[in-house]
C-alpha cells in the first residue's frame, strides 16, 4: 500500500510538472506592439483587454496566470510609452524652439509636466478602481492590468495631440 501512494504521489507530481511546462509564459503571448497595426488611438486600451483575455485563455485560466498576463502586459505597455516618449522629446523640442522670440513662446517644460500629472491621475485612478472592484486576492494584478490599460490609452492620446511632431521632424 506504502509503494501505491508513493507512486501516485509521484505521477500526481511529475503530471503536474509535466502540465506547468506545458503552460505558455505570459511574455510569449501578449504583444501589444501589435495593438498599433490593427486599432486606432482610441481603442489602445481595448486592445490591452483583448491581450489579456487572450493570454489567460492560453495560460489555462488560473488565478497566477492572470497576474501574470496583466504584470506582462503592464511591463510591455511602459516600455512602449517610454519609447514613444524618448521620441517625442526631441520633436517637441524642435517644435518649442521655433517658438522662441513670439508670443507663444513656452516657459518651462510641458511635456514634462503633463506627463507628471498624468502619472499621478493614473496610479490614483487604478488605486481606486480596485478599492471597490478587487477587495480579494489578486489586487496588485488588477491595478497592474488598469496601468496597462491607461498607460496605452495615453501612448493614443500623446500621438493624437502630438504625433505630428514626430511626422514633420523626419
Not at 502586459?73 to 517610454?82: I, K, P, V, W, Y
Not at 518651462?108 to 502619472?119: C, D
Not at 487604478?126 to 490599460?149: D, F, M
Amino acid at each position: 500500500m506504502k509503494n501505491y501512494l508513493v507512486g501516485a504521489i509521484l505521477a500526481l507530481t511529475w503530471c503536474a510538472a509535466a502540465q506547468a511546462d506545458s503552460v505558455p509564459d505570459a511574455r510569449d503571448i501578449i504583444r501589444l506592439e501589435t495593438c498599433f497595426d490593427t486599432f486606432n488611438n482610441a481603442q489602445l486600451g481595448t486592445c490591452v483587454e483583448i491581450e489579456i483575455d487572450r493570454c489567460w485563455y492560453a495560460t489555462g485560466r488560473a488565478n497566477i496566470s492572470s497576474g501574470q498576463c496583466m504584470s506582462e502586459a503592464f511591463r510591455q505597455a511602459d516600455s512602449l510609452l517610454n519609447s514613444y516618449y524618448q521620441r517625442l522629446v526631441p520633436a517637441v523640442r524642435l517644435a518649442a524652439g521655433q517658438l522662441v522670440g513670439s508670443a507663444y513662446e513656452l516657459t518651462g517644460n510641458p511635456l514634462r509636466e503633463s506627463q507628471r500629472a498624468w502619472l499621478a491621475v493614473r496610479d490614483t485612478t487604478c488605486n481606486l478602481s480596485v478599492v471597490y472592484a478587487a477587495t480579494g486576492p489578486g489586487r496588485e494584478s488588477h491595478i497592474e492590468g488598469c496601468k496597462a490599460r491607461l498607460t496605452m490609452q495615453r501612448i493614443g492620446d500623446l500621438d493624437t495631440e502630438l504625433g505630428r511632431f514626430l511626422d514633420s521632424s523626419n
